[in-house]
């Protein structure tokens, strides 16, 4: 008995310790100074919970267990060394979706478990696996977006008061099982098929520029789905974790669509984010110049402003980027990075590709920290980012970006637009930055034109 109790109260104290770990690595993460540290001690925390999990009394199922353990770890290894950078955001979709299905197989199987759970718990159960079931099959359409499988945002006429029968009917099989005080095999199968479908036909119309939003949004779906779970089997550990995760998630989505000066609903019901139809008219006509009159213009400023995106990313430009800036910090000139919260396809791409290149922290400004300088920057070097430096946001009502907020790219004295071709965003509209008296277009990849610009430096 006193054995019992002993394990008992181990497993108890090393979830919390997990939790705190958890709690603790979130904390860290939450600043790119501290955030590799961020990240081992939530591994440590992941590593505590799953290692305490086998001395769990009448735990069985061992040989199982260390195998999807094994095969798990491995592939994730794999994937993580091999993913690009530019990758990134649809593998943490993917891994999103994981962990919402995996959270909605734990309702499944407490839901048909054959034990009486009673109505408290069996609604923790039935919410979890709806939460987890939206969460695994939208971050499965988010990654095909992302990863370009899906091209097409699919609409029709009243797709969402389909979304809302779907929504409807499932949640009507759970409230059945919620007064059964179980779940029978029929209806969890049912109710989770129309979550499924849910997710699938939620995330079809929404285009590409709002994936940001939608995979922030449904990694707090994904905490709350297991937060859910832990009441359900009294795991501390997943209660706590994913609290947290939902909490963090749902700011950080609340966050992405204030950046974006439009509300949650707007993102998911608008189908603002379609590529099609949303071009925009822009006069005037786009200036081409030289990597070496750019340098030349850049190595004799006084202050210069870099505003990467997604296109820097695409180039792997990062790397010379912060080089060719060395080179003007020698010159005396000031050099600083302008980050847009949306800048990317995920939360903080920017950040994590600029650290990745070792580009100091206290150089690296956020949007409404850096807004102001643009008024007294000699020049503005975009390199890659569209949308969120597109003047139209401030000044046309009809556009569909109008009132986000952006980098105001437009109002240094000059500003040198670093881009492939004359196509438009990844949102389809217009920018009408690249047709401005002060815009010149430096035509070409990334990473060849930032090569350019350093040997060009070099030579003066």
Known sequence: MSGMLSASLLIEVSYYVAAFLFIMGLKKMSSPVTAAGGIKWAGLGMVVATAITFLYPDMHNFVLMTAAIFIGGVL????????????????IALYNGMGGGSAAAISAVELLGGRELGPVVTTLAVLGGLIGSVSFSGSIIAFG??????????????????????LAAATAIGVTMIAAGAGNANGVALMFGLALVLGVTMTLPIGGADMPVVISLYNALTGLAVAFDGFVIDNAA?????????SAGTLLTQLMAKAMNRSLA?????????????TGEVTG?????????AAIMMAFAEKVLIVPGY???????????????QLLQDRGVTVKFAIHPVAGRMPGHM?????????PYDIIYDEDEINAEFDTTDVALVIGANDVVNPVARSDPSSPIFGMPILNADKARNCIVVKRGQGAGFSGIEN????????????????AMASALIQSVKEL
């Open 76 to 91: 994730a290894w794999w994937t993580g060394k091999r993913v690009a950078m530019t990758d990134m955001p649809q593998m």
């Open 145 to 166: 977006k992302l990863q370009g499988l899906i091209r097409k945002d699919f609409r029709f006429r009243g797709q969402n008061i389909l979304n809302l029968v779907f």
């Open 238 to 246: 997943m209660i706590i974790a994913g609290t947290v995760v939902g």
């Open 266 to 278: 707007n993102v998911l019901f608008s189908g603002f984010g379609d590529t099609a139809g949303a």
């Open 285 to 293: 006509s786009m200036k081409a110049i030289e990597a070496n009159d």
């Open 311 to 325: 296109g820097m990313a695409v180039a792997q430009a990062q790397h010379k980027i912060w080089e060719f800036c």
């Open 351 to 359: 950040n994590v590709l600029l650290a990745e290149a070792g580009v």
């Open 432 to 447: 009408a930055l690249f047709f401005l008296d002060n815009t010149r277009m430096l035509y070409g990849d990334g990473q």
